[in-house]
């Protein structure tokens, strides 16, 4: 099973800042197979870029996805309110999933 | 619009059995790839398992927790699949999330239901 590692485990930044995120796998992950989740609280999670660096429908352009092998990155560019969150990485291997363990992006 | 309505969740002794229902609109069902993913209170989320569409070999596959105890099926007719939980224990306590698989080249969950809870208590 692959394990993902996302860090910083919270992340406490202001509106207009730009937030990178990472996830670590322990592994190589094909790029194909490296997703990104948006969740705000009592909601279902939201999907923003799959394909390591494509953004699914309607999400702006500030998310931005990059990365490849065993290291991938979730950047904001510019913080908007709404973007305060929980985000999670997942990866698809051999019919399996798995997802990291969440970074809560946090207004500082 | 794509619509993933999960019903059947409840409150469940230890080792009782439960059948979950995800019913889809909105896209070609009998060619998705359909999924469950589960958020126990306060904690992050954890993929259960997979059904893939009978074009893709209708296979299933389940996460190691689950595995043995968890089934998913799916009747294309009715545009629905389920999860039938056996053996259940109190760390299955979760948000049971129905989701579509976007495509098998890129299988990232594309839609999400809204949740089905589930509580196995005493």
């Known amino acids: 099973e692959i394990v993902l590692t996302q860090s910083p485990g919270t992340l406490s930044l202001s509106p207009g800042e730009r937030a990178t995120l990472s996830c670590r796998a322990s592994?190589?992950?094909?790029?194909?197979?490296l997703a990104w989740y948006q969740q705000k609280p009592g909601l279902a999670p939201r999907l923003l870029i799959y394909?390591?660096?494509s953004r699914a429908t309607g999400i702006p352009d500030r998310f931005s996805g990059t990365g490849s092998g065993a290291d991938f990155t979730l950047t904001i560019s510019r913080l908007e309110p709404e973007d305060f969150a929980v985000y999670y990485c997942?990866?698809?291997?051999?019919?399996?999933?798995?997802f990291g363990q969440g970074t809560k992006l946090e207004i500082k | 619009e794509v619509h993933l309505v999960e019903s059947g969740g409840g409150l469940v002794e230890p080792g009782g059995s439960l059948r979950l229902s995800c019913v889809a609109s909105?896209?070609?069902?009998?060619?998705?790839?359909m999924s469950w993913v589960r958020q126990a209170p306060g904690k992050g989320l954890e993929w259960v398992g997979l059904?893939?569409?009978?074009?893709?070999?209708?296979?299933?596959h389940y996460a190691a927790p689950v595995k043995g105890r968890f089934t998913i099926s799916r009747d294309d007719s009715k545009n629905t699949i389920f999860l039938q939980m056996n053996s259940l224990k109190t760390e299955d306590t979760a948000v049971y999330y129905c989701?579509?698989?976007?495509?098998?080249?890129?299988?990232?969950?594309?839609?999400w239901g809204q949740g089905s809870l589930v509580t196995v208590s005493s």
């Open positions: 592994q190589s992950v094909s790029s194909n197979y």
């Open positions: 059904i893939k569409s009978k074009g893709g070999g209708g296979t299933t």
């Open positions: 997942q990866q698809y291997d051999s019919s399996l999933y798995t």
């Open positions: 909105g896209f070609t069902f009998s060619i998705a790839w």
């Open positions: 394909g390591a660096s």
């Open positions: 989701v579509k698989v976007y495509k098998e080249v890129t299988p990232a969950f594309d839609y």
